[in-house]
């Protein structure tokens, strides 16, 4: 059954989520997972995020392809995605150097204390005044004129350390938000590949993080359904435990087809989260399935489908008074679909 209508979308040109910093959606057809990482301290918000792809009846995997070993790193969809920077700041802690664990087993020298738990990792003093930890990146991915410290272990057991000594920088770079800080990767306290990311107050508090864009629907037992319902964040936290995250795309041109009516209200709020309208928007099947195109936000947009003549007609007058132009429309059965913009 068709929607009545999508929402009316007054777009700007956001070019990707604010909070999630950390990773720029790698596929249309791919979703993250959070889990809240402790219960409590410092770390009481923070999130480890991993990337899963539909493999059918509500189930997600981690893996590239069902035939992907789970003991590789490099089968897990997340790894080697870049890590982006939250917000402004200045490094204050970091290491660059450190091996990676094999999925599912931490490293040795981890547990003899000359690896740090964030492996390789980024403290970041941002503008805010709060102190931001990006951790578990890929050997070598961090780049060197943000991160010193270019030896593989500790010089000295530092057991259990999250903020080691060692890895502590003085006159530190400036990194701004969306800067690539470096690439997923899977070492320090970590059985797989996965981003961890917290923020904290310089007194050691739990500081919440907000999202301006994306959208969530619960993930419980590891089961999630592709049609949600999808939640937009604007600006709010992710939900505390286990989440499915829908991050926002790059604004640039897409083609989605054969999207069921039932998903379209989710793929209509993705794409315009993200920055993009619709350019084209034809329907199939009695307005049951749609195929879209997607073009950089411009100006103002208003978007409907599900629309009866009646409903259609009277849409284009009311826009029209308001100095929108049609721009498209198409008729499927008894439903039209419209574009207009001003």
Request: charged fraction near 10%.
């Amino acid at each position: 059954m068709a929607y009545n209508n999508l929402r009316p979308w007054r777009l700007f040109l956001f070019l990707n989520l604010r909070k999630m910093a950390s990773i720029a959606l790698l596929n249309l057809n791919y979703r993250y997972t959070t889990t809240t990482h402790w219960s409590g301290g410092a770390q009481a918000a923070a999130k480890d995020i991993v990337a899963r792809r539909h493999t059918g009846s509500g189930k997600w995997s981690q893996l590239k392809t069902d035939a992907s070993p789970t003991n590789v790193n490099s089968s897990y969809i997340v790894y080697g995605a870049n890590i982006r920077a939250m917000d402004s700041g200045t490094v204050v802690g970091c290491w660059r150097n450190a091996p990676e664990n094999t999925p599912g087993s931490n490293h040795a020298k981890l547990a003899e204390g000359y690896i740090g738990y964030g492996g390789n990792h980024l403290w970041v003093l941002q503008d805010d005044g709060n102190y931001a930890l990006y951790a578990h990146a890929q050997p070598g991915s961090i780049p060197t004129n943000l991160c010193p410290h270019n030896a593989t272990y500790l010089p000295t057991p530092e057991i259990g350390a999250v903020w080691t000594n060692a890895g502590k920088v003085t006159n530190g770079a400036r990194i701004t938000k969306g800067q690539v800080l470096g690439k997923v990767g899977n070492n320090g306290n970590s059985s797989g590949p996965h981003l961890h990311v917290h923020v904290q107050s310089s007194g050691g508090s739990a500081v919440d993080i907000n999202f301006d864009h994306g959208q969530t629907t619960p993930y419980t037992n590891q089961t999630a359904s592709v049609n949600g319902p999808w939640t937009l964040l604007n600006g709010n936290k992710l939900p505390n435990g286990e989440v499915m995250v829908w991050a926002p795309h790059s604004a640039g041109y897409w083609t989605v087809n054969n999207i069921p009516d039932e998903r379209m209200q989710a793929w209509f709020n993705h794409f315009a989260d993200s920055g993009v309208m619709l350019d084209t928007f034809p329907c199939t099947d009695g307005g049951q399935i749609y195929n879209t195109t997607w073009i950089p936000a411009s100006g103002y947009w208003v978007a409907y489908f599900g629309m009866s003549l009646s409903s259609f007609n009277s849409k284009s007058n009311t826009l029209a008074n308001q100095g929108y132009t049609r721009t498209g429309w198409w008729y499927c059965g008894s439903v039209y679909t419209g574009i207009w913009r001003k």
